[in-house]
């Protein structure tokens, strides 16, 4: 499961990131996911309009460098960063049980490598049996949590 952020801690989290160095939007997303050890990466979606906001408001400038915006803190900017938190993705890690995401994360790979194998090397009708069990474990997971409620 992925951490969820508001819109606050992807401002909070771009200033605490500026502080160290300017950076391009991708990079910053890629840090967060890094630094919160992957229980969060913001979407694009969050990331480039908080940018867009926080230029508006005169905490970041932008200078396009080949085809890229790199954006750096002004000096309100640093300020801004200054008073806020130093780490707020780390929040997104907190609660997380890392040894079941482990586990998670092996059944699924487990389970795509397998489907790969049998769709690279197996026949028409292996590979049609094969997106049938697929479907159904997607089908079968759904009833788990409906069986719940």
Not at 12 to 28: C, F, N, Q, V
Not at 37 to 58: F, H, I, M, N, R
Not at 102 to 111: D, N, T
């Amino acid at each position: 499961p992925r951490g969820r952020a508001r819109r606050g801690d992807v401002r909070a989290s771009i200033l605490a990131l500026l502080k160290d160095r300017p950076m391009h939007g991708y990079e910053m997303i890629q840090e967060i996911a890094e630094r919160s050890g992957g229980a969060w990466k913001p979407s694009p979606g969050s990331v480039y309009p908080t940018l867009q906001l926080l230029e508006d408001e005169g905490l970041i400038i932008s200078e396009t460098e080949g085809g890229k915006k790199l954006f750096a803190l002004t000096e309100q900017g640093r300020t801004a960063a200054e008073e806020g938190a130093d780490a707020p993705w780390e929040e997104a890690s907190r609660g997380v049980d890392w040894e079941a995401l482990s586990e998670i994360r092996q059944a699924g790979f487990g389970l795509m490598e397998a489907f790969g194998q049998v769709w690279k090397t197996g026949s028409k009708e292996q590979r049609e049996k094969a997106l049938a069990v697929i479907n159904d474990a997607r089908k079968k997971l759904y009833l788990i949590l409906a069986d719940e409620h």
